[in-house]
């Protein structure tokens, strides 16, 4: 199972979103039902070598502050035009 570290976000918003993708760290969400919806920070890198197994679409863990959470990719943003990955929003298991 393909395990990714995160990094609970307290700065919303277009101009913190655009802060973390220059130094190289992907914005996400992380939805359930009846749940308040965290938002988190990735690293990109290790996001796209998971992204390119098949594994990571059936589910993920990840970890946030000594918590493992399993989740499910649900939705991928990506830039039109250089197709570099700018949101993901993920849904528990």
């Keep these: 199972m393909i395990t990714l570290d995160a990094i609970k976000r307290t700065d919303l918003g277009r101009g913190a979103s655009r802060r973390l993708r220059r130094a190289e760290q992907i914005p996400a969400i992380i939805?359930?039902?009846g749940q308040d919806t965290l938002?988190?920070?990735l690293d990109e890198?290790?996001?796209i070598l998971a992204c390119l197994k098949d594994e990571f679409y059936q589910g993920c863990t990840i970890n946030l502050d000594g918590e493992?959470?399993?989740?499910?990719p649900v939705a991928m943003?990506?830039?039109p035009v250089s197709d570099r990955v700018i949101h993901v929003d993920f849904q528990r298991v």
């Design 77 to 79: 943003q990506r830039h």
């Design 31 to 33: 939805v359930a039902k």
């Design 45 to 47: 890198k290790k996001l």
């Design 68 to 72: 493992s959470i399993a989740v499910k």
């Design 39 to 41: 938002s988190i920070t």
